[in-house]
């Protein structure tokens, strides 16, 4: 008799959460008042960003985060009303506020990402301790978003090795000293920008070939199985060991580009869990990071927008092969 199929856990780890807030403004000018629209309250952080698509598209996953203060209340409240399960862990810093503010005469966005707060030794510890004592490993361990201050640049490696030891897929998405530290310690997939691809490698990556070698390398040094690699404008890439997939950017018009990674991301997880091979789950990506593009501020994607988004999303596999 088949054994049944079994839906794999998600945990949505980050560490540096905020709370988002999006306005709007005619013109931003320095020194004068910048009368505003009604702020929009998002919880938001890579990791608060990734539950929230997923639990949208009908997927299930828990979430776990430091948080302190009013703001860290806010916080856990709100990701309550989304239906989100989270774990919260004190912290004596308050949660930060990140804003991003619409620029109607230019149609610009500007955003304002704070650092947040330090945290001690005994509570970032207390993350990973939480995450090595519970009876429950996640199947698949979503670690995204930056480091707060004081928290150690190997942080990321030292959660990428108790993923190891205890049998699960790690998929990280973050930047600069952080990543580069992981990778070293290896992880399942990670999605970086062509810009974070570049500082990886060490030089400017200008065309397909180099995107692809670049990718290509990191997967061969045993530091991703899989990479899926956001262009922007220019579409994006999934590599792995044996084949490689391009998607063509969509035409839609840009309303905001905030959340549209970590939208790329929950979407590309949610299909995974819902056991759709890896060339699909990356054209769920790319329609879920294309969605969010259609919605001002914090928002992310919606389950209708990546629906109708998906039939446009061509995905090629490419020769192994691609000119420098």
């Excluded at 939480?130 to 670690?143: E, K, S, Y």
């Excluded at 899989?226 to 044996?242: E, M, S």
Aim: net charge negative; with cysteine.
């Amino acid at each position: 008799m088949p054994s049944p199929i079994t839906t794999p856990s998600i945990l949505c780890l980050t560490m540096n959460p905020s709370v988002d807030l999006s306005t709007d403004t005619e013109r931003v000018v320095p020194t004068h008042k910048l009368r505003c629209s009604e702020t929009l309250h998002d919880a938001g952080g890579g990791g608060v960003n990734v539950a929230r698509v997923l639990t949208r598209m009908g997927g299930r996953c828990s979430a776990l985060c430091p948080a302190g203060g009013s703001t860290g209340q806010w916080l856990q409240a709100r990701m309550a009303q989304e239906g989100l399960e989270g774990q919260f862990l004190p912290i004596t810093g308050e949660t930060r506020v990140s804003f991003t503010v619409h620029e109607h005469s230019t149609g610009a966005e500007y955003r304002f990402v704070m650092p947040g707060p330090a945290l001690s030794e005994a509570e970032w510890q207390g993350c990973l301790d939480t995450l090595a004592q519970a009876p429950g490993f996640p199947d698949v361990l979503v670690a995204s978003g930056s480091l707060p201050p004081s928290v150690p640049v190997d942080f990321y490696a030292r959660l990428a090795r108790l993923c190891r030891e205890r049998g699960a897929q790690m998929v990280l998405d973050t930047s600069g000293p952080a990543l580069a530290a992981a990778l070293d310690e290896g992880v399942y997939l990670v999605k970086p920008n062509l810009r974070e691809l570049g500082e990886l490698s060490g030089r400017a990556l200008d065309t397909p070939g180099q995107w692809h070698t670049a990718a290509r390398q990191l997967v061969e040094r045993g530091q991703a199985e899989v990479v899926a690699l956001t262009l922007g404008h220019l579409g994006a890439l999934l590599v792995t060991r044996d084949a490689m997939w391009s998607a063509a950017p969509l035409d839609i018009t840009v309303a905001s580009a905030v959340g549209a990674g970590d939208s790329f991301v929950g979407g590309m997880v949610w299909a995974l869990q819902r056991h759709q091979p890896l060339d699909e789950a990356f054209a769920w990506g790319v329609a879920a990071g294309s969605a969010a593009l259609l919605s001002v501020g914090t928002g992310l994607c919606c389950l209708e927008d990546a629906q109708r988004l998906r039939p446009q999303v061509a995905v090629r596999r490419l020769p192994e092969t691609l000119p420098a």
